[in-house]
């Protein structure tokens, strides 16, 4: 049984409230209950005391309720209050104690016109970045140097003049292919759509622009339809968003790869500056010709370097090298020859020395018999060793002969040098016509002129 149902039960025993603590409870009940809810009516008595809050009424045909709204959340507010206009509010149901009125807490207030746009925004924003379509991973970069540059957006408005501007200030080469829609009114959506798939599959472009100029939410709104943003996620294509101005977001921008703030902008992302690139160009330019440069120098020692290789391993030098070695051995032979003919002479007239010295006759004939003996070894000896020399000398004629020019000569071939310079001739391009040259045959040579080279 409920306590008021006992009215007799001792005071010690009840249960009382004081006004303040009903209040209060009230108040956690009202709040815990109801959370936050959207309210449309019609604003009346509005207060706006130097403490910067506001205090009103809202209200319809058959009910009205006390609003307070505090400084800290109107003055994030784009608009200006006034009795009579009706509005849409987000709030928490809450209870002002001292004078136990209950009263709306407003959070968030707007015009209600756009009321309705504003709750399917959030609820097509909640859903898109549920399905990862705002995740920054999927976003694409824009191209450094496009080739072509599509815009999807309304042939006759602001937007499309404004970027065909930029884009001829910054880099008129850059081709741009326009894709015109609507963008607003009945069906714009599915136009603006349709064209985006379009631009995709034609592959015409390698970056698109989509937007339009700015205007009211209702305006803009063809650009925060489901249709729109599924298309841009869809094109393969990387998407610029530009609708509207700075202040200005829709569902497009979310989903498209790089948000513009205007259309001047997006323009102003797409192309590069001419300028700049026709500086880099030329800086580039510069580098490669120092190294060309460079790489002309280095060859051209190289080439130097193996010129006069060639010329020390030319056969005219090796011949004449084989025949200085040929001449040293020659020499060196003969002298050696000398030296043993010294040696021999030297030890035959000691002997005869020692045969004058010792007169007997016997000794006389074992000297003479010796000195014949000596005599018959000696010449045999020395037309062994001469037969030799001349066996090793004829042996290096044979070799450098064989690597002689003149035995090529002999065949039939010549050498053809510049008269006077004596330089060896190796291609046509080296004797213009008019040239003179000297021809080295096997015997004798001849003096030509250069008439005709092929």
């Not at 020499?331 to 005869?352: E, F, K, W, Y």
């Not at 003149?406 to 040239?435: C, D, F, M």
């Not at 045959?441 to 092929?454: E, Q």
């Amino acid at each position: 049984m409920l306590e008021t149902d006992s009215p007799k039960l001792p005071v010690r025993d009840r249960e009382v409230y004081t006004v303040s603590r009903l209040n209060r409870e009230v108040r956690g009940l009202l709040e815990g209950s109801l959370g936050l809810i959207w309210l449309e009516g019609e604003l009346s008595n509005l207060a706006r005391p130097a403490s910067g809050h506001w205090y009103f009424s809202l209200k319809d045909e058959g009910a009205q309720v006390r609003c307070a709204m505090f400084r800290q959340r109107n003055t994030r507010l784009g608009l200006v209050p006034r009795d009579g206009m009706q509005v849409l509010v987000r709030a928490r149901v809450g209870l002002y104690e001292p004078r136990g009125e209950y009263q709306l807490v407003v959070e968030h207030l707007e015009e209600a016109g756009e009321g309705e746009l504003r709750r399917r925004f959030e609820a097509l924003k909640r859903q898109l970045a549920g399905e990862g379509l705002f995740e920054t991973a999927r976003k694409r970069p824009l191209p450094r140097l496009p080739s072509a540059i599509g815009v999807v957006t309304s042939a006759t408005g602001a937007a499309i003049r404004d970027i065909l501007q930029v884009l001829s200030r910054r880099f008129p080469a850059i081709p741009v292919m326009v894709y015109p829609v609507p963008v607003q009114g009945d069906g714009a959506a599915a136009k603006i759509a349709e064209m985006i798939t379009v631009a995709g599959r034609r592959a015409e472009v390698e970056v698109l622009i989509v937007g339009r100029g700015g205007g009211s939410l209702e305006d803009l709104w063809a650009f925060n339809e489901e249709v729109v943003a599924r298309a841009i996620a869809a094109c393969p294509l990387p998407v610029v968003s530009a609708v509207g101005h700075e202040v200005d977001v829709t569902i497009a921008d979310l989903v498209a790869d790089v948000r513009a703030p205007t259309p001047s902008a997006a323009a102003e992302l797409v192309a590069p500056d001419a300028g700049e690139w026709l500086q880099q160009v030329r800086s580039t330019a510069a580098r490669f010709d120092k190294a060309w440069q460079r790489l002309r120098n280095r060859l051209h020692e190289d080439l130097t370097w193996y010129h006069k290789r060639l010329r020390q391993l030319h056969p005219a030098v090796l011949v004449e090298q084989q025949s200085q070695a040929l001449d040293e051995l020659q020499l060196r032979l003969a002298a050696t020859v000398q030296a043993q003919l010294g040696d021999l002479s030297q030890q035959l007239a000691v002997r005869i020395a020692e045969l004058g010295a010792h007169s007997p006759r016997a000794q006389l004939a074992r000297a003479q018999q010796r000195l014949a003996l000596m005599e018959t070894r000696i010449v045999p000896m020395l037309r062994h060793l001469l037969a030799r020399r001349r066996d090793k000398v004829a042996e290096l004629a044979r070799a450098l002969n064989a690597v002689s020019p003149l035995a090529t000569l002999e065949r039939g071939y010549a050498i053809v040098t510049k008269a006077p310079a004596g330089t060896v001739v190796n291609s046509p391009a080296e004797t213009p016509v008019g040239t003179e040259l000297e021809i080295r045959l096997a015997r004798g040579r001849i003096k030509a002129r250069v008439t005709a080279c092929t």
